[in-house]
C-alpha cells in the first residue's frame, strides 16, 4: 500500500467524522437576520469546508441572488425563518455542480407543498386535485371490493399518514428535512465503504513500475475513478430533472 493510500485514508476518516448533520432542532427557533444567517450557516457547515478559514459558504450576495430566482423564499421583514435556513443547507450541497436553475426546479415544488404562506393558493389546488383523485379511487374501490373493504384501506392509509406526518395537507418542511437528514446519514457508511474500495484499488495498481512514479500514477488513478463517480452522479440528476421535470 502506497503512502498516498494511507493519506488518501486518513483524509476520508476526516471528512466522515467532520460531515455535519443539522437538523431542524440544531436551527434556531427564531427568524434571522442576514448576517446571522450567514454566520450560523459558516459555523455548521465549515467541518467539510476545503478552506474553512478562506470560504464562504453561502454570502448575502449568493442568498439574495437565491431569492431574486425564486429558489428561496423571500425574507419576511428582512428575516429569515427556520424553513429558509434548512433550505439554504439543502441549496449548499447543490450549488457546486447545480444551476441554478436547475435547484429551483428541485426547490420550487417542495417549498409549495410545505408552506403554508407564500404558496398557499397553489398549495390548495394540488390538495384538491388529491382529494377528487382520491375520490375516483375511492369510487372504484367501492365498486369491486365492497364499502367494507374501502373503509379497511381507509383505516390503513390513515396509519400510515399518522407515522410518517403526512395528509392531505402535506407535511411540515421541518419533518422533511429531517428525514432526508436521516436517510443521508443512514447511507454515509455505504459512501464510505465505497470509497474505501477504490482507494484500495488503486493502491494495487503498477506494481511494475518504479515506486516513486508509481505514488504518482496511483494517486492520479484514484482521482479519475472518484471523478468518474462524480460524474456518473451529477449526470444522473441532470437526467433525471431533464425526463421528469416538476
Not at 365492497?146 to 390503513?156: L, P
Not at 493502491?203 to 516513486?212: C, L, M, Q, V
Request: proline share 4%.
Amino acid at each position: 500500500m502506497s503512502t498516498r493510500s494511507d493519506e488518501a485514508y486518513a483524509i476520508l476518516e476526516q471528512i466522515f467524522e467532520n460531515f455535519p448533520n443539522v437538523r431542524a432542532a440544531d436551527i434556531p427557533g427564531i427568524d434571522l437576520y442576514m448576517d446571522q444567517v450567514t454566520t450560523f450557516l459558516q459555523d455548521s457547515l465549515q467541518s467539510i469546508s476545503r478552506d474553512p478559514e478562506g470560504d464562504k459558504f453561502l454570502t448575502k450576495t449568493m442568498i439574495n441572488n437565491y431569492v431574486k430566482n425564486k429558489v428561496l423564499p423571500p425574507p419576511v421583514k428582512k428575516k429569515y425563518s427556520r424553513d429558509q435556513m434548512m433550505m439554504l443547507i439543502i441549496i449548499y450541497y447543490m450549488k457546486s455542480f447545480l444551476s441554478i436553475n436547475d435547484i429551483r426546479s428541485i426547490t420550487s415544488p417542495v417549498i409549495e407543498y410545505c408552506s403554508p404562506g407564500a404558496f398557499a393558493d397553489k398549495k390548495r389546488e394540488a390538495t384538491e386535485k388529491r382529494r377528487e383523485n382520491a375520490d375516483r379511487k375511492r369510487d372504484a374501490a367501492d365498486r369491486k371490493r365492497g364499502q367494507d373493504e374501502q373503509h379497511a384501506a381507509q383505516n390503513t392509509r390513515a396509519a400510515a399518514q399518522d407515522r410518517d406526518g403526512t395528509g392531505p395537507d402535506g407535511m411540515e418542511f421541518s419533518r422533511l428535512y429531517d428525514r432526508i437528514m436521516t436517510d443521508i446519514e443512514e447511507m454515509l457508511p455505504k459512501i464510505h465503504e465505497e470509497i474505501m474500495e477504490q482507494i484500495n484499488l488503486a493502491g494495487k495498481e503498477f506494481e511494475e513500475i518504479d515506486r516513486e512514479d508509481r505514488v504518482i500514477l496511483q494517486h492520479f488513478s484514484l482521482i479519475c475513478r472518484l471523478s468518474a463517480e462524480v460524474y456518473v452522479r451529477k449526470l444522473l440528476i441532470e437526467k433525471l430533472l431533464d425526463e421528469y421535470p416538476v
